[in-house]
């Protein structure tokens, strides 16, 4: 498996990540935990070293499923997690954002213990409170690496400017916020901030929450338990207005012998030698194709085929609804 660096922190990683979040929340029923623990310590065999999940996704239930399955390979693996949502006083949409210097030194003993580790390879804000100055965030994390817990730091859906003051107090390792052929707003100002400062960017959704590998058509339904049901851009309607963009990445694949998975993720590999995605899934041969997607090469011309057949297209419908928009950091 080829190794990428995190911008200029150290932090070297498998090219392809492991999203965890889906084995427990989000998409549906949880898996079964056996499963899951195959799945991830198999992706492991395969050299995967890059593992996400946070206290959120489930609550709980991640952090304790991917510390018990990595626990035998702790030393082989990179864990991030992430801090940041008043889990105990408020649910769903409504979580509310903390992160006060008290609240991060609570809960990272949680997540501690359910990672049975005694350090965090990477632990990122997941949201900005904006009740909480991000110098008393990035200072708080700086305290909690030199007392050798967390080694790096990384923050979560930031702005430009809260990322620059967090980096002035303490040097980010890398940013994490979605970013896709489906969703390229980072391009404008932050992809630009962090190759200005050397932090490295982990993508999520890099598969447009499954829309981009083509096996979401306008057919599917989506149960209460996913949250893909309460997302506009995935209405019957947008899913049918957006499907150009699946043509198009589908066009590509059947020239390079590929499926729309690994184009959309060697695409995100080409913006950059500091970009991880973090695809996501439940199925073991969706890890080995999406691993696949490094031996994928894009020419120039490639990208510039498909940049110019996305861009003449608008994207139709947000990507969040209002309450979790409303937590997004501009």
């Known amino acids: 498996m080829e190794k990428r660096q995190l911008g200029r922190s150290g932090l070297e990683v498998s090219a392809i990540g492991l999203g965890c979040m889906g084995m427990s929340a989000a998409y549906g029923a949880a898996m079964d935990r056996k499963e899951a623990i195959t799945l991830i310590r198999s992706a492991v065999d395969r050299g995967i070293t ?11 239930a991640n952090e304790e499923l991917v510390g018990e399955a ?3 390979v702790r030393e082989q693996v990179v864990i991030a997690t992430k801090f940041g949502f008043d889990i105990e006083n408020s649910g769903g949409f409504a979580r509310k954002p903390v992160s006060q210097p008290a609240h991060i030194r609570k809960v990272i003993e949680g997540s501690l213990k359910r990672l049975q580790t005694d350090y965090i ?7 900005v409170d904006p009740d909480t100055p991000i110098e008393d965030v990035a200072g708080t994390i700086k305290e909690l690496i030199g007392e050798g817990k967390v080694r790096h730091f990384g923050m979560s859906e930031a702005g430009a400017a809260t990322i620059r003051r967090a980096h002035a107090v303490q040097p980010l390792a890398a940013l994490q916020s979605e ?4 969703f390229r707003n ?12 050397g932090i490295g960017f982990v993508p999520f959704a890099p598969l447009g929450k499954g829309f981009l590998t083509g096996k979401v058509d306008r057919s599917q339904t989506f149960g ?16 049918a207005a957006n499907q150009v963009f699946v043509d198009v990445i589908n066009g590509v694949a059947t020239s390079k012998n590929a499926t729309a998975a690994q184009v959309a993720l060697a695409w995100l590999l080409a913006q950059k030698p500091w970009i991880v995605p973090i695809p996501g899934t439940t199925k073991l041969h969706r890890v080995d194709e999406n691993i696949a997607s490094t031996d994928i090469l894009l020419s120039d011309d490639d990208i510039a085929a498909i940049d110019a057949a996305v861009s003449a297209v608008a994207i139709t419908g947000n990507r969040y ?8 950091d501009r």
């Open 186 to 197: 980072p391009e404008t100002d932050i992809l630009p901030l962090l190759e200005e400062l």
């Open 121 to 127: 390879d990477l632990y990122y804000q997941h949201r």
């Open 70 to 72: 990595l626990r035998p």
């Open 50 to 60: 890059f593992f996400d999940t946070a206290e959120v996704y489930g609550p709980y």
């Open 224 to 239: 209460d338990d996913d949250f893909r049901s309460q997302q506009p851009r995935f209405s019957a309607e947008n899913r």
């Open 179 to 182: 970013y896709s052929l489906w």
């Open 321 to 328: 609804n209002d309450a979790h928009a409303a937590r997004i």
